[in-house]
Each structure stands twice: as C-alpha cells, then as structure tokens.
C-alpha cells in the first residue's frame, strides 16, 4: 500500500535521488538486443531464429542518492 507520494523538487535534498534509465533507443540497449538473438546455448528452445524474450531484456534503471543524501 503507496501512503504517500513526492515528485522531485517537492522534496527536501536530503530525500531526492537521481534516477537514470537506460534509452531503448540508444546503441547500447540495440547491440545488447542484437547479440542477445544470436545465442547458440542449449537453454534457447530457438536458437537464432530472431525472437527473443521480452521479460529478460528490460532497459536498466539506477536510482542513488543526490549528493546531498549520501551516507557519510
């Protein structure tokens, strides 16, 4: 159960944290997707045939702590 809510600058410093999320666009995300439907391992029912699980390519996500939140 969510008891409360804040969106970015409505926090206090103390309490933001920088997120960064990976860009489905960007090259990175692209050659990981590539390469991901190449796989020879046995593990792969279909083994290059272009499909790929959706569930085990998700873009990364990073959430830390402002400068002003860090543990000293």
């Known amino acids: 159960m969510i008891n409360s809510a804040h969106i970015g ?3 206090t410093t103390n309490k933001q ?6 860009m489905v666009e960007s090259a990175a ?3 990981r997707i590539d390469s991901s439907k190449n796989r020879t391992h046995e593990f792969y029912t279909y ?3 272009g499909n790929i699980d ?3 390519y998700q ?3 990073n959430a830390t702590p402002t400068a002003n939140n860090l543990i000293k």
């Open 47 to 49: 083994p290059r045939n």
């Open 59 to 61: 873009p990364s996500v």
């Open 9 to 11: 600058d409505t926090l």
């Open 17 to 22: 944290y920088t997120v960064k999320v990976q």
């Open 54 to 56: 959706v569930c085990y």
């Open 29 to 31: 995300f692209q050659q």
